[in-house]
T-cell receptor, first 113, second 108 residues
């Protein structure tokens, strides 16, 4: 059984640009969640997708958007990047929706200059 | 709104010196409490899931316990390789709410 993978590992962008981060969930996991982790803080929930539909959203503006595909892959898109968007972006997958263990990928480190 | 507070923020131990990390939480209907280990620049690594008060789980030198208001991660005879940030998270639905973590350093 393969784990959760993310690409790219590191990314540098300039303010105002757009970025797409990718995640491949564990096979059989229908739920993918995305988190933002600033340095020295705990991860913050961005949103979750269950079977390709959004299943909850945290306190993030609409310029953060996502997609989930039938092949267990997903994307996080961020438009109009701001300096404060610099963080480690984590995706996590789980078999179902409620109360199940979420397994995290290695993360994508985004730096916005 | 779910809330998690972890203490201490940082803990420095000598190899073999046992201790405990605390996770206090408020949640409307706990569906799960999770402990993760995170090494610098990497994603959180799953350790334990606890679902109800009184539950305990063990893995090597780690033991997690749960009450109605808090959870403890007990570390017995730690080794330098146990150095990491330990994160606690709760869920009342689908999203995880994390604490800020406890940064553990174990000196040889």
């Amino acid at each position: 059984e393969t784990g959760v993978t993310q690409s790219p590992t590191h990314l540098i962008k300039t303010r105002g640009q757009q970025v797409t981060l990718r995640c491949s969930s564990q096979s059989g996991h229908n739920t993918v969640s995305w988190y933002q982790q600033a340095l020295g803080q705990g991860p913050q929930f961005i949103f979750q997708y269950y079977r390709e539909e959004e299943n909850g959203r945290g306190n993030f503006p609409p310029r953060f958007s996502g997609l989930q595909f039938p092949n267990y892959s997903s994307e996080l898109n961020v438009n109009a990047l701001e300096l404060d968007d610099s963080a480690l972006y984590l995706c996590a997958s789980s078999p179902g929706r409620l109360g199940e263990t979420q397994y995290f990928g290695p993360g994508t480190r985004l730096l916005v200059l | 709104e779910d809330q998690v507070t972890q203490s201490p923020e940082a803990l420095r131990l000598q190899e073999g010196e046992s201790s405990s990390l605390n996770c206090s939480y408020t949640v409307s209907g706990l569906r799960g409490l999770f402990w993760y280990r995170q090494d610098p620049g990497k994603g959180p690594e799953f350790l334990f899931t606890l679902y109800s008060a009184g539950e305990e789980k063990e893995k090597e030198r780690l033991k997690a316990t749960l009450t109605k208001k808090e959870s403890f991660l007990h570390i017995t005879a730690p080794k330098p390789e146990d150095s990491a940030t330990y994160l606690c998270a709760v869920t009342s639905g689908s999203r995880l709410t994390f604490g800020e973590g406890t940064q553990l350093t174990v000196n040889p």
